[in-house]
């Protein structure tokens, strides 16, 4: 079962999402191991409404509770909402003319995406193929190639669909989504690696199922442009 | 926004989290709302709670049956609040026995860790012994010949090994099994009564609500059979033992347990109305009644309805076996991670993440003191009054120190506020009266289960005393704790919980 993330937001409480961003400001001012009662004081907040906001933010997981429960600090989430605020990223001149090769070669979408801190940041999607949802892509990874090349590499991550991508990446050097989110279609996500060899982007192709299912002929122009997109772009 | 962006930007580093949790091993984030809610509703059983309880508090309380039950929900509620207080915080596999430690410290947690396992073992082997009668009884319309002793210790083995398996193969199994089994005699009960309610006719609201009952309203037997409808209602909190495992636990734990008090009394109060009204009707005494909603089933027509409410509640019962050994192998995991009881207890099942040392240190117990009581000779009913008397007073026990707990826990970290501190205080107070109450009533009729308590009591007191020392347990009450890398700018200490 899948719970849905976000929380009901009631839109005669705007006032509410503005204390909330002031905790997490707050926080960040003060320091991890701060107290609520802290927290308070540094707002002047009553003292019962903040409880009440740092327990809905820990339940969402942008702060969480130091190990002895009084003190919190910033959780791993808050670093999606810089995603809004962070200025696109933006393919050198070298980058894009191999991105685009690729693109005339291959007949289908062929997107260049990094990760940053977990996340996945689209840098160039394909204009004559677009991504199917990129905000499902930054919810649900699990579900297309992309997030699935991010997830494997976790090693706490476990479950079918991560061990299948484990399978996929160590036969293919690729993972793989086929026919999940259409019928009809399917993607790939090859590694691009730094020179120590962490990952820090993907190239991404997306087109009919069966080139996802035979992925060789695919792979074997995708493998050379990801290759020569490494040095130019990590 | 600067120092969010630049704290985003450029995190500083936090150390003391953990690389992985003290809990791990556990299936963890794995079971919503819905999954969690039944292990709360199946602990509970309110399907064959709803069809005895009454019966038993019209018994203290007559006449004012519907204001006992009500009360004890009220009650029930506060205690969920209270404990909601704790599960909105953090996440643990102990439950009752987590919580209190964390604000009463180690002797407490003990206390209450020895007085809630208790209850979960208790109410384990009167749902095991009430599904045994049940289906005995249910066989012997069938085949009136069978030897009766033989089939009910047949009946809970069969059930044993049914719990077993669902525990052992996953928690997903388990909670939709218990879902199942429990909505379905939920759906069973509910049916019938609202069948009975609609023959009965107009409901007569003076005699429901007590507003007839001679010389106005007696406080002593309000009391008296709140603290029977309370006995309904133990086994809400047991949710919280599936912490480590739920998807959103600090949302969700609350949530289940407080909606499963609301559902149950929901039931309760349907099903005293039901009876308070038909033998109103009828000119009838309830308290004298052997089985009311049979009778009043009887009384309309309805007879063939009784052998479907028996489905219904032996269904309830073996939902109730499930969910009670459910929370009772997750408070000896957790024991076990503490270094309370042996590390071979929190060895987790490394496909199925599930407590299964414990499932397999625990089963032959719950099983076995069934076992013995009928191969004793042990009349059922006596039995499953014995093992529910001794459960519920391990119940009420662990709520006391819990509820204690928390304004001390909230007040250590600071986020103690008048509201909670009143309705736990009043919880304490009013919980401490029923447990008082409870033995008086029991020693007043004869029961042994006092006995029983007091003997299980000095032996958990020993047992603390030796474990206290052996150990010198500087710090019980792991729970889940967020690991580093769930913390901005989180820097894993991997020498922290690895000896666990």
């Known amino acids: 079962m899948r719970e849905t993330a976000a929380p009901a937001l009631s839109a ?12 997490l400001e707050a926080v960040a001012h003060l320091g991890a191991g701060v107290s609520a009662q802290r927290i308070s004081a540094e707002l002047g907040l009553p ?4 409880y009440r906001l740092v327990n809905l933010l820990v339940e969402d997981e942008y702060l969480v509770r130091t190990p002895d429960l009084a003190g919190f600090a910033l959780g791993a989430k808050v670093a999606q909402l810089a995603a809004v605020a962070s200025p696109p990223v933006r393919l050198s001149s070298a980058a894009r003319s191999v991105v685009d090769d690729a693109r005339r ?17 689209v840098v160039d999607s394909d204009p004559d193929f677009p991504l199917s949802d990129e905000a499902r892509l930054a919810r649900e990874p699990e579900r297309f190639a992309l997030g699935r090349l991010l997830l494997v590499e976790d090693p706490a991550a476990t479950g079918e669909v991560i061990e299948a991508a484990r399978a996929d990446l160590a036969r293919w050097g690729a993972t793989r989504q086929s026919g999940e989110i259409t019928a009809t279609t399917g993607c790939l996500a090859l590694p691009i690696r730094d020179g120590a060899g962490v990952l820090a982007g993907a190239l991404a192709f997306s087109g009919a199922r069966h080139r996802v299912d035979e992925p060789d002929g695919v792979l074997a122009q995708l493998r050379p442009a990801a290759d020569a997109l490494a040095p130019l772009m990590v | 926004m600067t120092a969010l962006s630049r704290a985003i930007a450029r995190p500083d580093p936090v150390a003391g989290f953990g690389h992985r949790s003290p809990l791990h091993g556990l299936g963890r984030r794995r079971i919503g709302i819905v999954d969690l809610a039944a292990q709360s509703v199946a602990a509970v059983a309110p399907a064959a709670a709803a069809t005895t309880v009454v019966l038993l508090v019209a018994g203290v309380a007559p006449g004012i049956t519907v204001p006992a039950i009500v009360a004890a929900a009220v009650l029930s509620l506060c205690v969920a609040r209270t404990v909601g207080e704790f599960a909105r915080r ?4 102990g439950g009752l026995y987590t919580y209190t430690a964390r604000g009463l410290g180690t002797r407490a947690g003990l206390a209450a860790g020895a007085a809630i396992l208790t209850g979960y073992a208790a109410v384990a082997m009167f749902a095991l012994l009430g599904g045994g009668y049940y289906a005995t009884y249910l066989l012997a319309g069938i085949w009136p010949a069978l030897d009766r002793p033989l089939v009910t210790a047949g009946a809970v083995i069969v059930e044993a090994a049914l719990v077993a398996f669902v525990l052992v193969r996953g928690i997903r199994v388990s909670a939709r099994a218990a879902l199942v089994v429990e909505s379905l005699s939920v759906a069973l009960i509910v049916v019938l009564l609202c069948v009975l309610l609609v023959s009965i006719g107009p409901v007569d609201v003076a005699a429901v609500i007590g507003a007839r009952t001679a010389g106005g309203l007696d406080p002593v037997a309000l009391a008296a059979g709140a603290v029977i409808a309370l006995t309904a209602f133990v086994g809400f909190e047991s949710a919280t033992t599936l912490g480590v495992e739920s998807i959103s636990p600090l949302r969700n734990v609350p949530r289940a347990i407080t909606g499963t008090v609301v559902l149950s009394a929901a039931l309760y109060v349907l099903a005293a109305v039901t009876q308070v009204a038909g033998f109103d009707a009828l000119g009838g005494d309830l308290a004298a009644s052997a089985s009311p909603v049979n009778d009043l089933a009887a009384a309309y027509g309805l007879g063939g309805w009784g052998v479907v409410a028996d489905i219904g509640i032996a269904a309830s019962f073996l939902a109730c076996a499930i969910g009670t050994t459910t929370a009772l192998v997750r408070v000896l995991f957790a024991m076990s991670r503490d270094g309370v009881l042996p590390a071979s207890l929190g060895r987790a099942h490394r496909r199925f993440g599930t407590p299964a040392a414990a499932v397999g240190a625990a089963l032959p117990v719950i099983a076995g003191v069934p076992l013995v009581l009928v191969g004793a000779g042990v009349p059922v009913r006596d039995a499953m009054h014995v093992t529910l008397s001794v459960g519920a007073a391990g119940y009420i026990v662990s709520y006391v120190l819990v509820c204690v707990a928390a304004p001390v826990f909230l007040r250590r970290i600071r986020e ?5 501190a009143v309705i736990a205080g009043l919880s304490a107070c009013a919980l401490a009266a029923a447990l008082v109450a409870f033995f ?17 009591a000095v032996t958990a007191a020993v047992l603390i005393g030796v474990l206290r020392r052996r ?16 913390v ?4 894993p200490s991997p020498r922290r919980h690895d000896d666990a």
């Open chain 1, 12 to 23: 005669r409480q705007p006032g509410a999402v503005h204390s909330a961003l002031s905790v």
């Open chain 1, 105 to 121: 070669v291959l007949r289908g979408g062929v997107h260049v995406a990094l990760y940053v801190d977990r996340r996945i940041v």
């Open chain 2, 471 to 486: 150990h010198g347990l500087e710090a019980i009450g792991r729970y889940d704790e967020p690991v580093a890398a769930q």
């Open chain 2, 488 to 491: 901005l700018g989180g820097v």
């Open chain 2, 416 to 420: 103690l506020t008048p509201v909670s």
């Open chain 2, 90 to 93: 953090f996440a643990a596999a």
């Open chain 1, 47 to 50: 003292r019962a409404t903040t």
């Open chain 2, 440 to 456: 008086v009533d029991d020693a007043a009729a004869g029961g042994t289960a006092g006995v029983v308590v007091m003997v299980l």
